[in-house]
């Protein structure tokens, strides 16, 4: 069936970086686009960015030069790495996929909680 | 930049009864990129409706979603128990995708 399995809860200092994983399974991985998308505690849902396995382009207008998006195609892994982590930047991060030209999100990782804190 | 509001912020209704929940966008929009989703606790989201009106895969048919322009509305009939959660609406403009805040759908 088709899954999204990301990496463990991470713990890091201000100013640090992070990079999470989102591991597909059961479909064509270049066929559809992946998402980031986060929720700090108690909120509502933010989007991150796109990035699109077949050309490895990713795209994060809110994020400009903190978050950098990259997909291994050989292992139909997703990677997105947060810089100059700020408290606010505490939240569950969840891939997510999408139909190319869907603009919807179909399927969605468990989530990976990512707590920044002195 | 686009945004959506929805409302009301909390519903507290009984199973059995209907769940009207309101999506307005700061500015007029697709209908094919609006998009619902229900949120419980702990969990990721999972899509209900998208293009407006169409269900997603195994999404019973007391959900429906109608709308256009401005205003857009996710209606649940006949509620359940496992209906009561956190709705979101989802939009598109490019470059960017947006979310409401959410609507939450509470037991009275």
């Known amino acids: 069936q088709v899954q999204l399995v990301q990496s463990g809860a991470e713990v890091k200092k201000p100013g640090a970086s992070v990079k999470v994983s989102c591991k597909a399974s059961g479909y064509i991985f270049t066929n559809y686009y992946l998402h980031w998308v986060r929720q700090a505690p108690g909120q509502g849902l933010e989007w991150v960015g796109i990035i699109r396995p077949s050309s490895g382009i990713g795209d994060a207008p809110r994020f400009q030069g903190r978050v950098t998006m990259t997909t291994d195609t050989s292992t139909n892994t997703a990677f997105m790495e947060l810089s100059s982590l700020t408290s606010e930047d505490t939240a569950v991060y969840f891939c997510?996929?999408?139909?190319?030209?869907?603009?919807?999100?179909?399927?969605w990782g468990q989530g990976t909680l990512v707590t920044v804190s002195s | 930049e686009l945004v959506l509001t929805q409302s009301p912020g909390t519903l507290s209704l009984s199973p059995g009864e209907s769940a009207t929940l309101s999506c307005r966008a700061s500015q007029s929009v697709s209908s094919s990129y609006l998009a619902w989703y229900q949120q419980k606790p702990g969990q990721a989201p999972r899509l209900l409706i998208y293009g407006t009106s169409s269900r997603a895969t195994d999404i019973p048919d007391r959900f429906s979603g109608s709308g256009s322009g401005t205003d857009f509305t996710l209606t649940i009939s006949r509620l359940e128990p496992e209906d009561f959660a956190v709705y979101y609406c989802q939009q598109y403009v490019y470059p960017v995708y947006t979310f409401g805040q959410g609507t939450k759908l509470e037991i009275k």
């Open positions: 997510a996929r999408e139909r190319p030209e869907g603009y919807r999100f179909d399927t």
